[in-house]
């Protein structure tokens, strides 16, 4: 079946050091993929995106990287802040039969902990 | 611009009892959608629209009805509430050709 799938559900790291958050997929037909922040109590917030033409991208502080061979997308934050602290969550589209839309399918997310 | 904007922020609902769940936005978007959130579980897509006047389904559908008459407004029902229903629901929309979608802040749903 298809899924979006995220390798850890809990990652804590210490201020000022990289995170890494890293998600797997199964569709094959996915060409493009985004991870979202959640803070608590709020939606889901943009944070960056790739398409499968790519292999990596990187935004402030943010870089995603994809490698399609084992269909694996990572996210990685440099230098994380107190502010990073949220569930984060890997999620694929694809096109579907209505015209421009497309469906977007989440991982269950990682729960990111940034210690003083 | 608000964005997406939801209301109520909390319900609580009994078993059987119907609502509506309000979803707009101010962006001029022709898609919008509405997921739910239950732990452990990430988003799940209910309903989505491409534009006014049309509907489609998501993953999850069952129990729930939406309309769009307007580009602005999606709202989505629940005619007779279940305790399975239960879940946090999120609203979303984005532009035609775009792809990144915006999400509204939520709507707590308890069903006893």
């Known amino acids: 079946g298809e899924s979006v799938g995220l390798h850890l559900p809990t990652l804590s790291v210490q201020e000022g050091d990289n995170s890494i958050i890293n998600c797997a997929y199964s569709n094959s037909a996915s060409d493009y993929f985004i991870w979202y922040k959640q803070e608590s109590g709020k939606g889901p917030q943009f944070i960056i995106d790739i398409r499968s033409n790519m292999d990596k991208r990187q935004g402030q502080r943010v870089t995603v990287l994809l490698n399609k061979t084992v269909k694996h997308l990572s996210l990685q934050i440099a230098a994380t802040q107190p502010g990073d602290s949220a569930v984060y969550f890997c999620?694929?589209?694809?096109?579907?039969?209505?015209?421009?839309?497309?469906?977007?399918?989440f991982g269950s997310g990682t729960q990111l902990t940034v210690l003083p | 611009n608000a964005g997406v904007t939801q209301t109520p922020k909390f319900q609580v609902l009994k078993t059987g009892q119907s609502m509506t769940l309000q979803c707009a936005q101010d962006m001029n978007h022709e898609y919008m959608s509405w997921y739910r959130q239950d732990p452990g579980m990430g988003l799940r897509l209910i309903h989505y629209?491409?534009?006014?006047?049309?509907?489609d389904q998501g993953e999850v559908p069952n129990g729930y009805n939406v309309s769009r008459s307007t580009t602005e407004d999606f709202p989505l029902r629940l005619l007779s509430a279940a305790p399975s229903q239960t879940s946090v629901y999120f609203c979303?929309?984005?532009?035609?050709?775009?792809?990144?979608?915006?999400f509204g802040p939520g709507t707590r749903l308890l069903v006893l």
């Open positions: 979303a929309s984005k532009g035609t050709f775009k792809e990144t979608q915006y």
């Open positions: 629209s491409v534009g006014a006047g049309i509907t």
């Open positions: 999620a694929e589209t694809r096109h579907i039969s209505s015209g421009s839309a497309r469906q977007l399918t």
